[in-house]
């Protein structure tokens, strides 16, 4: 069964620096997005994707924030300046229908 | 703004009670509903979901959850857990005019031996 993955599974940084989350959606898929869940909180979303370009984003998703789809397969999330308040499980998530199929996630922790 | 709300925060029940997990939502269109759960250490999966037609849909591992359109509700319940059920139930709503999932806060359900 296809499923979405997700690279790296935990990527620790320090303040400050730039971090690329990877996910590689399932093939035929045409929404992509991406949510996050702070320990103990819920899950939030940041920003949705279609036809190349971002279609929604939550006031979360600032100007720090971007993603991309460079090749048709993998569709990245750029934090450019990581704060403390970023870290954070960042979960992708693809659909063509209603229901949203997830990744595993990347734990992101920011030092 | 779409508000989900989990009415429980955390649940602590023994092997084979029934569970019963509430939640609502504040939308007054169409929606389609969702449960996810999230065993510790693990990416959130789908339990159930509805679209439409039948109000009481039956999903993974026994669980089951009916949409009351009335109540705005979409209420999780299961007969009898087991020690495997322990795990965050997250309850989630698609609107009709948004692609954007709204989660509610989640469940912690603990199930002891």
């Known amino acids: 069964e296809p499923e979405v993955t997700q690279t790296p599974s935990h990527q620790v940084t320090q303040m400050g620096q730039e971090v690329i989350l990877r996910c590689v959606p399932i093939?035929?898929?045409?929404?992509f997005y991406w949510y996050r869940q702070i320990l103990g909180q819920k899950v939030e979303f940041l920003v949705s994707?279609?036809?190349?370009?971002?279609?929604?984003k939550s006031e979360i998703f600032d100007d720090q924030f971007s993603v991309e789809r460079p090749d048709g397969s993998n569709f990245t999330l750029k934090i450019r300046s990581t704060k403390l308040e970023d870290s954070a499980m960042y979960f992708c998530?693809?659909?063509?229908?209603?229901?949203?199929?997830f990744g595993p996630g990347t734990r992101l922790t920011v030092l | 703004a779409q508000s989900v709300s989990q009415h429980n925060h955390h649940v602590i029940l023994s092997e084979a009670a029934s569970l019963e997990l509430g939640c609502n939502y504040s939308y007054g269109g169409t929606v389609n509903l969702f449960w996810y759960v999230q065993y510790p250490g693990q990416h959130l999966q789908l339990l159930l979901k509805?679209?439409?037609?039948?109000?009481l849909v039956k999903g993974i591992k026994g669980f089951e959850a009916e949409f009351i359109k009335s109540k705005f509700s979409f209420n999780l319940r299961k007969p009898s857990v087991q020690w495997s059920d322990t795990a965050e139930y997250f309850c989630a709503v698609l609107c009709s005019n948004d692609y954007k999932l709204s989660f509610g806060a989640g469940t912690t359900v603990t199930v002891r031996a």
């Open positions: 509805y679209f439409s037609g039948d109000p």
């Open positions: 093939s035929n898929h045409l929404y």
């Open positions: 998530a693809s659909t063509t229908s209603p229901e949203q199929f």
């Open positions: 994707f279609y036809n190349n370009e971002i279609s929604e």
